[in-house]
């Protein structure tokens, strides 16, 4: 019999708090770093030319911080699974359920502010660019964004992200309960590209080819919270305590 | 500037979220790593609020109109040239861009004109009404476009010199434009399809150069070059 009653929810919360005060972004602003170097000598080019010159147009993107911080996402997520992350659930009133709450807390936050760095990188390159080289040769396009247009985009790799650390945990979940996962994951998905190549793009169109906002959102939380439950379930099964 | 407050805004609010959230009295941000983070946070958004600070001006503006009809105007001008040069209408038709303007005196009634090889701009000539011993000249250009951006006001002009009586016209040294475009990324792509604004293909319009030189009335011109067009 105990005294205090307890509620999974403040518990859960409890830890989400304890997480993310333990939680480094240093490795995030190192990553994103090298992504805006890779950046800043631009995605693609195009050019003409006649006889007296030739004009090139160098296209520049910050694609490669978003897919960085996909990594780094997904590589947190991993790790949250491991022995380490978990028996410090131990120290605190917790169980599997809160555990796992907390953890799925964490990634909404990761998203979040994975998101928000990631798209407010470009604007950081576009700094750089214009105070390093001529700017009289830059072409406005789409160097002001429209707020609209940034806001999709940042609503849209919060729910990217959302997906890669539910898919990212549940890897380390499954690595966590054989080994050999590690080997037979990536494998499988080597093995469908090339074998089941129309199942796996249809694996991947199912997101990359939707064109509404909210209805990839619906795609994106209804698949993250089936990949987050069934970490859940397969954690549930593991011994107490390895 | 509505992304940057907006964005600002929306930092400012998740940080007081998360700080309201955690009530305990130890401060949020405990340990150096974090310190880090928020100052990466500010540097971002300081950034965000310079792209948005920057003067228009200093950039390569895209057409305003649409891109197929900025391509068919641009042809129409470079079709239409000579017919414009001829109403003297040159300094004043849109999308004529006039990248050089210099004048020489000359003591001498024969103007030995000497092109050098490789030059790509037409000459024309005009011959003024009075006999005032200078020589005009001026290089205009036609619409230079990739995609729906002009680059015109980009293209250098003819080195032109006049020794004793030879006008000596040289192209400028070849030279590459390196222009940039930003793109959005390609997780926006996914949602507003291929924008206009975004899409680059292969339509490059490359216009027209010429040198129109005004000389005096009187003036008898010779030259190493045979596509001389005068005007009168």
Request: charged share 15%.
């Given at each position: 019999?105990?005294?205090?009653?307890?509620?999974?929810?403040?518990?859960?919360?409890?830890?989400?708090?304890?997480?993310?005060?333990?939680?480094?972004?240093?490795?995030?602003?190192?990553?994103?770093?090298?992504?805006?170097?890779?950046?800043?000598?631009?995605?693609?080019?195009?050019?003409?030319?006649?006889?007296?010159?030739?004009?090139?147009?160098?296209?520049?993107?910050?694609?490669?911080?978003?897919?960085?911080?996909?990594?780094?996402?997904?590589?947190?997520?991993?790790?949250?699974?491991?022995?380490?992350?978990?028996?410090?659930?131990?120290?605190?009133?917790?169980?599997?359920?809160?555990?796992?709450?907390?953890?799925?807390?964490?990634?909404?936050?990761?998203?979040?502010?994975?998101?928000?760095?990631?798209?407010?990188?470009?604007?950081?390159?576009?700094?750089?660019?214009?105070?390093?080289?001529d700017h009289s040769l830059i072409i406005s396009g789409a160097f002001k964004l429209p707020f609209l247009n940034w806001f999709q985009s940042f609503f849209a790799v919060v729910?990217?992200?959302?997906?890669?650390?539910?898919?990212?945990?549940?890897?380390?979940?499954?690595?966590?309960?054989?080994?050999?996962?590690?080997?037979?994951?990536?494998?499988?998905?080597?093995?469908?590209?090339?074998?089941?190549?129309?199942?796996?793009?249809?694996?991947?169109?199912?997101?990359?080819?939707?064109?509404?906002?909210?209805?990839?959102?619906?795609?994106?939380?209804?698949?993250?919270?089936?990949?987050?439950?069934?970490?859940?379930?397969?954690?549930?099964?593991?011994?107490?305590?390895? | 500037?509505?992304?940057?407050?907006?964005?600002?805004?929306?930092?400012?609010?998740?940080?007081?979220?998360?700080?309201?959230?955690?009530?305990?009295?130890?401060?949020?941000?405990?340990?150096?790593?974090?310190?880090?983070?928020?100052?990466?946070?500010?540097?971002?958004?300081?950034?965000?609020?310079?792209?948005?600070?920057?003067?228009?001006?200093?950039?390569?503006?895209?057409?305003?109109?649409?891109?197929?009809?900025?391509?068919?105007?641009?042809?129409?001008?470079?079709?239409?040239?000579?017919?414009?040069?001829?109403?003297?209408?040159?300094?004043?038709?849109?999308?004529?861009?006039?990248?050089?303007?210099?004048?020489?005196?000359?003591?001498?009634?024969?103007?030995?004109?000497?092109?050098?090889?490789?030059?790509?701009?037409?000459?024309?000539?005009?011959?003024?009404?009075?006999?005032?011993?200078?020589?005009?000249?001026?290089?205009?250009?036609?619409?230079?476009?990739?995609?729906?951006?002009?680059?015109?006001?980009?293209?250098?002009?003819?080195?032109?010199?006049?020794?004793?009586?030879?006008?000596?016209?040289?192209?400028?040294?070849?030279?590459?434009?390196?222009?940039?475009?930003?793109?959005?990324?390609?997780?926006?792509?996914?949602?507003?399809?291929?924008?206009?604004?975004?899409?680059?293909?292969?339509?490059?319009?490359?216009?027209?150069?010429?040198i129109y030189l005004r000389i005096p009335a009187g003036m008898k011109v010779s030259s190493n070059q045979p596509y001389i067009i005068y005007l009168d």
């Amino acid at each position: 019999m105990y005294s205090a009653k307890t509620n999974v929810f403040e518990i859960a919360f409890k830890q989400y708090l304890y997480k993310l005060k333990a939680l480094s972004f240093l490795g995030l602003i190192i990553l994103q770093a090298i992504a805006l170097l890779f950046s800043s000598s631009g995605l693609g080019m195009y050019g003409s030319g006649n006889g007296g010159f030739s004009v090139h147009v160098k296209i520049i993107t910050s694609d490669i911080v978003i897919v960085f911080t996909m990594v780094w996402a997904f590589a947190i997520a991993v790790g949250y699974t491991k022995k380490y992350h978990k028996d410090i659930d131990f120290t605190l009133v917790s169980n599997r359920l809160s555990s796992s709450l907390s953890d799925s807390g964490l990634f909404l936050t990761i998203s979040i502010l994975g998101a928000l760095t990631s798209t407010l990188a470009g604007m950081l390159l576009r700094v750089i660019l214009y105070f390093t080289t001529d700017h009289s040769l830059i072409i406005s396009g789409a160097f002001k964004l429209p707020f609209l247009n940034w806001f999709q985009s940042f609503f849209a790799v919060v729910m990217y992200l959302l997906l890669i650390c539910g898919a990212g945990y549940l890897f380390g979940m499954l690595i966590e309960v054989n080994r050999l996962f590690a080997f037979i994951i990536p494998a499988s998905f080597f093995g469908l590209a090339r074998g089941q190549n129309d199942l796996f793009l249809s694996m991947i169109r199912f997101f990359t080819k939707e064109p509404s906002l909210l209805l990839f959102a619906g795609k994106a939380i209804f698949t993250a919270a089936i990949l987050l439950t069934l970490s859940l379930l397969i954690f549930n099964r593991m011994e107490v305590r390895r | 500037m509505s992304l940057s407050i907006l964005s600002l805004i929306l930092l400012v609010v998740i940080l007081l979220g998360i700080l309201l959230m955690t009530k305990n009295k130890k401060p949020f941000v405990p340990n150096l790593r974090n310190y880090f983070f928020l100052f990466y946070c500010a540097v971002l958004l300081l950034a965000t609020l310079a792209v948005y600070a920057l003067p228009d001006q200093d950039f390569i503006q895209r057409a305003k109109n649409n891109p197929d009809q900025a391509i068919s105007e641009a042809r129409q001008t470079e079709a239409n040239l000579f017919e414009i040069a001829k109403q003297g209408n040159l300094d004043h038709t849109k999308g004529i861009y006039l990248n050089l303007s210099q004048d020489f005196i000359v003591g001498e009634d024969r103007l030995n004109l000497k092109l050098a090889n490789g030059m790509e701009s037409e000459v024309w000539i005009e011959r003024k009404d009075s006999n005032d011993g200078k020589i005009e000249v001026r290089s205009y250009v036609t619409p230079h476009l990739v995609e729906h951006v002009d680059f015109s006001a980009k293209i250098r002009p003819p080195v032109i010199s006049l020794e004793g009586n030879k006008l000596q016209i040289q192209p400028p040294a070849r030279y590459t434009l390196d222009l940039k475009t930003f793109k959005d990324n390609f997780i926006s792509a996914q949602f507003r399809g291929s924008s206009p604004a975004e899409s680059f293909g292969n339509t490059t319009v490359f216009g027209r150069q010429i040198i129109y030189l005004r000389i005096p009335a009187g003036m008898k011109v010779s030259s190493n070059q045979p596509y001389i067009i005068y005007l009168d």
